[in-house]
């Protein structure tokens, strides 16, 4: 069984900062490239982060310089340290795992909410 388990989301202020982990069960964890997705209510899911096995990093717009992924192979765990947070950074936040040496190995978490508001 797969299992991808987020945690950390919460409430926090504009300006504030949280850390999402993601938790993988029944993978190689280290051959799979890691990411985090967010989707607010009536809008598409995005891309925030993603991270490969080999440690590079790809971030999307909204969240350049402001977020960072990255990955504890002993751990079997994937972060997302998340800074200098906007209300327009609310969202069900969801963690990904890919095996890129066959695409349908893909495997979702059931998501962690943040919330930034004052």
């Known amino acids: 069984q797969v299992q991808l388990v987020e945690s950390g989301g919460g409430l926090v202020q504009p300006g504030g900062s949280l850390r999402l982990s993601c938790a993988a069960t029944g993978i190689i964890f280290s051959t799979y490239t890691m990411g985090w997705y967010r989707q607010a209510p009536g809008k598409q899911r995005e891309l925030v982060a993603t991270?490969?096995?080999?440690?590079?990093?790809n971030y999307g717009d909204s969240v350049n310089g402001r977020f960072t992924i990255s990955r504890d192979n002993a751990k079997n765990t994937a972060y997302l340290q998340m800074n200098s947070l906007k209300p327009e950074d609310t969202a069900l936040y969801y963690c990904n795992a890919e095996f890129r040496a066959a695409h349908w190995l893909n495997f979702w978490g059931q998501g962690t909410q943040v919330t930034v508001s004052s």
């Open positions: 991270i490969t096995s080999g440690e590079h990093t």
